[in-house]
């Protein structure tokens, strides 16, 4: 499954015009400082907000980072509860100085190296959401993006009567908006619905 989460993240930030390395694909015996980055990201032609980077990035919001280092969490069963954060100490390790700063190295000269994390999902309730935000805040995290919109934009962003060669995942996406898997989004705020049964009449 990680290859998986990380061919999807991969591709949603090639989607947005950034250079994306990543650090090796093998396997190693025994995990190093420098592995618990998944990839290293460039945005050669970034944007200005004119508000603070929000924590919980959209993809509009991805244009104005720079520079970033990319870990991939991809526990696509659980939610990133208070609960869960407090009892995986390794989600953190690669906010650890040591092995920021080896990090950071990689993209030479100066400048603001964002800290971003892949996550399944944040907590839907305001209290928990908020309280796992401040963990992570705490912790040296900079901000996180949600699967669901890495997932959400690559189905809106993929055409399907583009041939997708060079991408299996986009290909496949391909295939199923063609097959009509993924439908358009609808506007059902103002629908309404006919009462059921026999109406009654008034005198």
């Known amino acids: 499954m990680s290859s998986v989460s990380e061919t999807i993240v991969r591709e949603y930030f090639e989607l947005h015009g950034f ?26 032609q970034p944007t200005t907000l004119d508000r603070p980077l929000p924590f919980i990035l959209t993809s509009f919001d991805l244009a104005a980072v720079t520079r970033a280092i990319v870990v991939v969490k991809g526990w696509h ?14 989600i953190f390790r690669f906010v650890e100085p040591g092995v920021f700063q080896q990090a950071a190295r990689q993209f030479g000269g100066e400048g603001v190296v964002t800290k971003i994390l892949i996550v399944p999902a944040l907590p839907h309730g305001d209290e928990a959401r908020q309280q796992s935000v401040e963990l992570l805040q705490a912790k040296g995290i900079d901000a996180v993006i949600p699967f669901r919109t890495l997932l959400a934009d690559l189905i809106a962003q993929t055409e399907s009567n583009r041939n997708y060669q060079k991408s299996d995942l986009l290909q496949i996406i391909r295939v199923l908006k063609n097959y009509e898997f993924f439908k358009e989004p609808q506007m059902e705020l103002f629908k309404t619905t006919k009462p059921r049964g026999k109406s009654r009449r008034t005198s």
């Open 77 to 90: 069963t659980e939610t990133f509860s208070p609960a869960v954060l407090a009892n995986a100490p390794e």
């Open 19 to 44: 250079l994306v390395r990543q650090q090796r694909k093998y396997v190693a015996p025994t995990r190093r400082d420098d592995e618990e980055i998944d990839f290293f990201v460039l945005n050669p």
